[in-house]
């Protein structure tokens, strides 16, 4: 039969004396327009990230599961990630490795929390109001931040663009510096890592070009600077996750301290951008971090920040008009 308007055949699963046939073409039907959303719904995710796709689907269409294979590649740098390889810990340890120090002697904790070489080892929780960015009389966070030039035009439309998501769904803003005395200044050095909270001054924040500026990972590191921590330590985490010790790697079993969080009475988010993926510091290829009472829930799988991401940043800086 051809459509009128559209000027193209196609078949209807209409023949009444063959009962196998119409089975099989309504099977197919179904399983074809699977693919096609299965396929949207994967485009629209990896438009999170910076990245040229190059994407194959093995699809067979008697199976009864599809294998779908995704290469993603930095348009500067020549690795490419697996789809399994995107998630926030594994990202963060291929740019950190063997990051413990930086030349200026700040120490490197938790894979990418930066702190004093005079202070504590562990990262203090944001609980101080010193730790917080002002507030305006109007209820905005305005938080100054300059952009070093050893950035592409890319990678600071990747970096601006992840920092405008905050003004979307927060009362936090940042806005280009011009001489306020606190602020961000993001460069491309060693890795990737952020100080928790405001330090006062200028405040370093790395992403390197070649690991780091990636849209997530980019919410990562200033969620640290608003003063956030890791989610996989927080003070209640062994109520959620086990820690698997004997399959981290000797000497890094620091990173899986708990911290004493101000956890601003929201539930454990397995979903938080600010999660670690189970295989953190892997030692052997076994999970690390693993999920209770399901071991099966998906960790560390974050493309961009949670609803209660927002939602602590928003009662972290009580932010009125979002809460």
Avoid at 97 to 116: E, Q, S, Y
Avoid at 236 to 257: A, C, K, P, T, W
Avoid at 289 to 299: G, L, T
Wanted: aromatic share 10%.
């Amino acid at each position: 039969m051809r459509d009128a308007e559209k000027g193209y055949k196609y078949t209807e699963c209409t023949d009444r004396h063959n009962s196998q046939s119409v089975s099989e073409c309504s099977r197919f039907k179904m399983k074809a327009l699977l693919v096609i959303v299965l396929a949207s719904a994967l485009l629209c995710v990896l438009q999170s990230y910076p990245v040229e796709v190059d994407l194959t689907l093995k699809f067979d269409p008697d199976a009864e599961d599809q294998v779908w294979k995704v290469k993603t590649k930095h348009p500067e740098n020549e690795t490419e990630l697996s789809a399994d390889s995107m998630d926030i810990s594994t990202l963060l340890e291929k740019a950190n490795a063997n990051l413990d120090k930086i030349p200026d002697g700040t120490v490197i904790r938790f894979g990418d929390i930066a702190v004093d070489p005079l202070g504590s080892t562990n990262a203090d929780p944001c609980t101080e109001r010193s730790c917080k960015w002002p507030q305006s009389p109007q209820g905005t966070v305005y938080i100054p931040f300059e952009v070093s030039n050893d950035f592409s035009l890319q990678d600071r439309a990747i970096i601006e663009g992840a920092l405008s998501s905050f003004a979307q769904y927060t009362c936090i803003e940042f806005i280009r510096r011009t001489n306020e005395r606190d602020y961000i200044s993001v460069q491309s050095l060693s890795g990737c890592y952020s100080f928790i909270g405001r330090r006062g001054g200028r405040q370093a924040l790395s992403l390197n070009r070649r690991g780091c500026v990636y849209h997530q990972v980019v919410q990562h590191e200033f969620l640290h600077a608003l003063g956030f921590n890791h989610e996989q330590t927080r003070s209640d985490r062994d109520s959620y996750v086990n820690i698997l010790y004997e399959n981290i790697q000797r000497g890094m079993e620091y990173n899986f301290n708990r911290v004493n969080t101000n956890n601003l009475g929201t539930p454990y988010d397995y979903d938080s951008v600010m999660h670690y993926g189970r295989y953190a510091f892997s030692s052997n290829g076994r999970p690390t971090i693993e999920p209770i009472p399901d071991p099966n829930v998906s960790i560390g799988r974050a493309v961009q920040f949670s609803q209660i991401d927002i939602e602590r940043v928003n009662r972290l800086y009580n932010c009125r008009n979002y809460l």
